[in-house]
């Protein structure tokens, strides 16, 4: 039975500040509830009348069930850095939908959203992504949603069924299309304005691409990425904060007890259960975890990028290409992709967004200083090329260059 239930985030995910709860993927265990269960006997109607306050939040394969939240008054999806950390923290009542119901649930909305245009921005961490979910946004034609959670739900349960049988991949991929339809429906009754949603996916998304594509046939995708010394220097002062601190660390080898403890075990697995890269003959540390991270990645959109393996990418860029032609690239990607911006004023109002940190007050902003101060030097230049012969992976090379890359205007 479906039913919604008054809820508040548990006051872990407010008080704790070393970053490791709030990377947790999230789940209907993040909520102390209030008061009782209120059984909705009708979900499709419900969702009709109150589908643009419930944002699709994860999916609990345990009980099979959709949870969908609705965040406090005033919520602003656009306004929030990353969704699934701001609807965890301003959670105020979930409504719960079991797997059986999703059909009819969709069907009562689906065409209400039939035009709207999916989007999936896949990329490699450190890379823009959120700066580019938020000129997209400011087009006026797309909906930027960065990272909400309902991705690695999906993530996990491949991970933890990896023999998945026939018709349990058919009910995930069902699951997949059910909860982009619902997200978009509440999306559009928000904004009818707007004619397509970009899901910007948490990092490891990329690793579910190709199901997300299953799931949502007519789905656009961009792949966006940055070199790996880049990617390194930028992780590494997001996660630690002070050179020194980082230089002291790594000299006495006591960053080897921060991976397991930094990054939740959905993301520490993809490494772990890879001997090319599990095996890597360097520390294994801040360097060796945020470059495995990379690689694995990269290679995911390496293959994705493979005309004779897949070809539903559309666009592939990178952060410096993203960062030297600013509004001309966003404006080509929404070209790319088959959006029509009418907007006079878009160019102006997606140039200013290339004027602010759009990490600023989360988690993943830095507070280091200097942005062109580089932490990586011949040490860690070393450990990357080491992990790169270890691996023999397609990807060689730390400035790897992705078929397809638009590399100038």
């Not at 991970?159 to 699951?175: A, F, G, K, R, V």
Request: charge should be negative.
């Amino acid at each position: 039975m479906a039913y919604v239930q008054l809820v508040q985030c548990k006051s872990v995910y407010i008080r704790n500040k070393d970053g490791s709860p709030q990377l947790r993927p999230n789940s209907i265990d993040d909520f102390d509830t209030v008061g009782k269960e209120r059984p909705v006997a009708d979900p499709a109607k419900f969702f009709r009348d109150h589908g643009r306050d419930f944002y699709v939040y994860c999916a609990d394969f345990d009980l099979e069930n959709l949870v969908l939240v609705r965040p406090r008054e005033g919520f602003q999806i656009r306004e929030v850095t990353f969704v699934w950390q701001a609807l965890r923290t301003y959670a105020q009542e979930v409504l719960v939908v079991p797997f059986a119901n999703l059909a009819a649930v969709t069907a009562e909305v689906a065409d209400d959203v039939s035009h709207i245009t999916t989007v999936f921005l896949h990329h490699t961490a450190r890379c823009g992504s959120t700066l580019l979910t938020k000129a997209l946004d400011a087009s006026g034609v797309v909906h930027g949603v960065s990272e909400p959670g309902i991705h690695i739900s999906f993530l996990q349960y491949l991970q933890s069924h990896p023999n998945l049988q026939e018709d349990d991949l058919t009910m995930l991929t069902d699951i997949v299309g059910y909860s982009n339809t619902l997200f978009n429906f509440t999306l559009f009754q928000q904004d009818h304005t707007r004619t397509a949603v970009c899901y910007k996916t948490r990092a490891e998304g990329i690793h579910i691409a190709e199901l997300l594509q299953k799931g949502v046939p007519g789905a656009k995708v961009i792949i966006s990425y940055r070199d790996a010394v880049a990617t390194l220097n930028s992780a590494l002062k997001v996660m630690i904060a002070s050179y020194w601190k980082y230089w002291l660390l790594t000299g006495l080898r006591l960053d080897t007890f921060l991976p397991t403890k930094i990054f939740p075990r959905y993301v520490m697995s993809v490494v772990e259960e890879d001997g090319r890269l599990a095996t890597a003959p360097v520390p294994h540390g801040l360097v060796w975890i945020v470059t495995c991270l990379w690689l694995r990645r990269m290679q995911s959109a390496h293959t994705l990028t493979q005309s004779e393996t897949t070809s539903f990418v559309d666009v592939v860029l990178r952060y410096e290409e993203l960062c030297k032609y600013k509004e001309e690239m966003v404006l080509k990607l929404l070209k790319d992709i088959g959006i029509e911006c009418k907007d006079k004023d878009a160019k102006e109002k997606i140039r200013a967004v290339f004027g602010m940190n759009s990490q600023t007050g989360t988690m993943m902003s830095g507070t280091w200083g200097k942005a062109s101060e580089s932490w990586v030097g011949d040490w860690e230049k070393g450990v990357i090329a080491t992990i790169l012969t270890h691996a023999n992976m397609d990807v060689n090379r730390p400035d790897f260059v992705l078929e397809g890359t638009i590399t100038e205007i």
